[in-house]
């Protein structure tokens, strides 16, 4: 299977930051990451698919990236709402994989 | 618009089997892919399963022993059931439609497995 590697797994944040998650992949998974949101108690929500895409409704301040085997989601000016875990996910074979996640929280 | 929405029993006892439901709106089985994921609390996400829309199964190989995922097309239902659960298995599971890395989500059903 291949495996997503997910940094940080959490990060002290300052609303007005510019955050960087990143995922890096045990082998090519082209451009099929898509990067989820998640709060307490609720589903994830798509926000980032095929690794640079915004999914409908997500602002833009979210953007994603890749270089390489390395995916990364950007916030950039964090607010309040952005406060979450955050995933990722390739799906470019099967079983598709997530990352171990990463929880972002006020400083 | 697309909707899925989960539904079971909030608790298991080890040994014994679990039975979820998918009732999706807006889409067609025939049509769309349907995944079962799950999260223990606190942790990541688990790909578990996938019927696809011919009706093919594939199967987390972790679990495929253990697990089974059916439909009823008619009444646009999806049916996870997985045996010999152990404490492991509490976690809240979701339904996601499997289209582009799963665009849509239920909101899931905490299981716990306890006596």
């Known amino acids: 299977d291949i495996q997503m590697t997910q940094s940080p797994s959490s990060m002290s944040v300052s609303l007005g930051d510019t955050v960087t998650i990143t995922c890096r992949a045990s082998?090519?998974?082209?451009?099929?990451v898509n990067w989820f949101q998640q709060k307490p108690g609720k589903s994830p929500r798509r926000m980032i698919y095929?690794?640079?895409n915004l999914a409908d409704g997500v602002p833009s301040r979210f953007s994603g990236s890749r270089s390489g085997s390395d995916y990364s989601l950007t916030i950039s000016s964090l607010e309040s709402e952005d406060v979450a875990d955050y995933h990722c996910?390739?799906?470019?074979?099967?079983?598709?994989?997530f990352g171990g996640g990463t929880k972002l929280e006020l400083k | 618009q697309v909707q899925l929405k989960e539904s079971g029993p909030g608790l298991v006892q080890p040994s014994q089997t679990l039975s979820l439901t998918c009732t999706v709106s807006?889409?067609?089985?025939?049509?769309?892919?349907v995944s079962w994921i799950r999260q223990p609390p606190g942790k990541g996400l688990e790909w578990m399963g996938v019927?696809?829309?011919?009706?093919?199964?594939d199967y987390n190989s972790a679990i495929k022993s253990r697990l089974s995922i059916s439909r009823d097309t008619s009444k646009s239902q999806v049916f996870l059931k997985m045996n010999s659960l152990q404490t492991e298995d509490t976690a809240m599971y979701f339904c996601?439609?499997?289209?582009?890395?799963?665009?849509?989500w239920g909101q899931g059903v905490m299981v716990t497995v306890s006596s």
């Open positions: 996601a439609r499997d289209y582009g890395g799963f665009d849509y």
């Open positions: 807006g889409l067609s089985l025939t049509s769309n892919s």
């Open positions: 019927i696809w829309s011919n009706g093919g199964t």
């Open positions: 082998q090519d998974v082209g451009i099929y």
């Open positions: 095929r690794a640079t």
């Open positions: 996910l390739q799906y470019d074979e099967y079983p598709p994989t």
